[in-house]
């Protein structure tokens, strides 16, 4: 129940399209759901969170779309560049249930290509 | 913008042999984190520190895990009697307050041989 399923896998998108990572969860009392952008050689390195009161929260070329009731959420990159290859992983945390810790999906390997 | 250090980038260890991985966390924040990834899995929670004591931690996390924070600037997880398993990626991590943002380490690079 405290795990978070993330696809594709990876994902291959040309310059300028958008890219669409998935995330589920079960775990109804995770509270905060964070996307973390990974670098080879690197350290997970936040990008963008949401609360579960909000359905849609946007910075810039990134917006996370959550759905409470179908316990999903995603990361839709616009306008996507090859600097934006990387690892990306969704996680969740639930403060009441398991306090700080952040369980994180699978990770998304995206390319972009020019 | 602030940064968590983590010394050594990379650490070869013989099966049975004790680490100690280390982390610098940023100054001003009080909850300390370590994360493992092993090659081509997800990041995975291993313990969490808060005034000197351990908050929570995974299964993940036995007797032959331990973490310290010896002085005002280091926080460290030390493997007793490493197993090849043992090996992987390992990120320490720190947030100012629960609530906020995790700054992540860019990890220790385990190889036990």
């Known amino acids: 129940q405290q795990q978070v399923k993330q696809s594709p896998q990876s994902l291959i998108v040309q310059k300028g399209g958008i890219s669409i990572i998935n995330c589920a969860y079960e775990n109804t009392a995770f509270d905060y759901f964070p996307w973390y952008q990974q670098f080879p050689g690197k350290g997970p390195a936040l990008l963008i969170a949401i609360r579960p009161d909000v359905s849609e929260k946007k910075e810039g070329r990134f917006t996370i779309s959550f759905n409470k009731s179908a316990k999903q959420f995603s990361l839709h990159i616009m306008d996507s560049q090859p600097g934006d290859s990387a690892t990306y992983f969704c996680?969740?945390?639930?403060?009441?249930?398991?306090?700080?810790?952040?369980?994180f999906g699978e990770g998304t390997q995206l390319t972009v290509n020019p | 913008e602030p940064e968590v250090t983590q010394t050594p980038s990379h650490q070869v260890t013989q099966m049975g042999q004790e680490v100690i991985l280390r982390c610098v966390p940023i100054s001003n924040h009080l909850y300390f984190y370590w994360y493992r990834q092993i090659l081509g899995q997800k990041v995975e929670f291993l313990v969490s520190f808060y005034n000197n004591e351990i908050s929570e931690k995974s299964e993940i996390f036995d007797d032959q895990f331990s973490v310290e924070r010896p002085d005002g600037s280091n926080f460290t997880l030390k493997i007793r009697s490493t197993k090849l398993e043992d090996s992987a990626m390992y990120f320490c991590?720190?947030?100012?307050?629960?609530?906020?943002?995790?700054?992540f380490g860019q990890g220790t690079r385990l190889t036990v041989v």
């Open positions: 996680a969740a945390r639930g403060w009441e249930t398991s306090g700080s810790r952040l369980t």
């Open positions: 991590a720190s947030s100012e307050r629960t609530e906020t943002r995790a700054f």
